[in-house]
């Protein structure tokens, strides 16, 4: 399946995505309203995570494209995670 | 040169110009990525004034939004599907939708923007400067950069999947040549992509 060059996705895949993502966004809004402080950002955070997760697998159709351009988006979500990550490095410790 | 086929238009390259859209798709995540990480430093250092702040938003119209986006996302996905199933009827009016639903985010923005700027709130507003801690300011200038920033690409995306659908109806985009559809809707799902971070970030402060 994975390298078929003209995979059709069936309408119902589809469905069901929309459907686990409308979920996850239920599930983000319930997690910043119940007080767990600080938390409660990053439970949003990762209910995002895997909302993105699901788009770009499925929407997106990386799940079906070559795996080189699986390989450049993890890259360029990295790059990413670095840079905050050195940022806040230097805020954390001025 | 024993294999010599007909082929309409030699320069077409499907998996190229999906490489092509996804390079810029990159610097389009990395343009909202120096915007959120600008975000998350000020939020970091005015935590406070962000969960206040944010209670100016209302986060039933954010929710709507977002199911909105997140529909009109199914909607384009399953053209290309139907495309590929050589539906010409089924692709335009999923197009047609998508367009609808992109409309109706858009009325909506204008409303919460609308109610913002009748409280006075707006970037260098008397109100903002007068009333408003730095951190407030702060908060209400990067949600109307980034939202801005956001329904801008909206409009983009728009224009381009009505492209995209008058060539669908023109029959120049086909079965077997899908690749404009297919880079609206990955543009298209990068909008959704933007929004799944700016909706939380934004309205669910509490």
């Known amino acids: 399946m994975e390298n078929e060059k003209h995979h059709i ?51 997106m159709h990386l799940k079906f494209d070559q795996p080189f351009l699986r390989i450049m988006v993890g890259f360029v979500a990295l790059v990413f995670l670095a840079v905050i990550f050195i940022t806040f490095l230097d805020y954390y410790y001025r | ?26 610097t389009e995540l990395l343009l909202f990525g120096g915007l959120f990480i600008v975000y998350s430093i000020y939020r970091f250092l005015n935590p406070e004034a962000f969960q206040l702040a944010a209670q100016a938003l209302n986060p039933v119209i954010g929710a709507i939004n977002t199911i909105i986006l997140l529909v009109s996302s199914m909607t384009i996905a399953m053209s290309t599907s139907a495309l590929q199933k050589k ?32 409280h006075g709130i707006w970037p260098g507003s008397e109100h903002m400067i007068n009333d ?19 329904a801008l690409h909206i409009i983009i995306g728009m224009i381009i999947i009505i492209v ?16 404009l559809l297919e880079n609206a809707g990955l543009y298209w799902h990068l909008v959704d992509l933007i929004w799944i971070f700016l909706f939380p970030l934004f309205y669910l402060i509490h």
Do not use: C
Request: without cysteine; aromatic residues 16%; hydrophobic residues 50%.
């Open chain 1, 9 to 59: 996705v069936p309408y119902r895949v589809y469905f069901y995505i929309l459907l686990a993502l409308i979920t996850l966004t239920f599930g983000s809004i319930g997690i910043t309203h119940i007080n767990v402080g600080e938390y409660s950002v990053l439970g949003a955070l990762i209910f995002s995570t895997i909302k993105s997760f699901l788009v770009l697998t499925w929407f």
């Open chain 2, 1 to 26: 040169m024993e294999h010599v086929t007909q082929h309409s238009d030699p320069h077409y390259d499907q998996e190229a110009s999906k490489l092509g859209m996804w390079l810029f798709i990159f």
């Open chain 2, 164 to 179: 995209a659908l008058n060539k669908v109806q023109k029959g120049t985009v086909h079965a077997d040549r899908p690749s």
């Open chain 2, 87 to 118: 539906n010409k009827g089924l692709t335009v009016f999923l197009l047609e939708i998508t367009i609808m639903l992109a409309l109706i985010f858009l009325i909506n923005k204008y409303f919460e923007w609308g109610i913002k700027f009748d």
């Open chain 2, 132 to 150: 408003m801690s730095k951190g407030e300011i702060l908060f209400f200038g990067l949600y109307f950069v980034m939202t801005g920033l956001h």
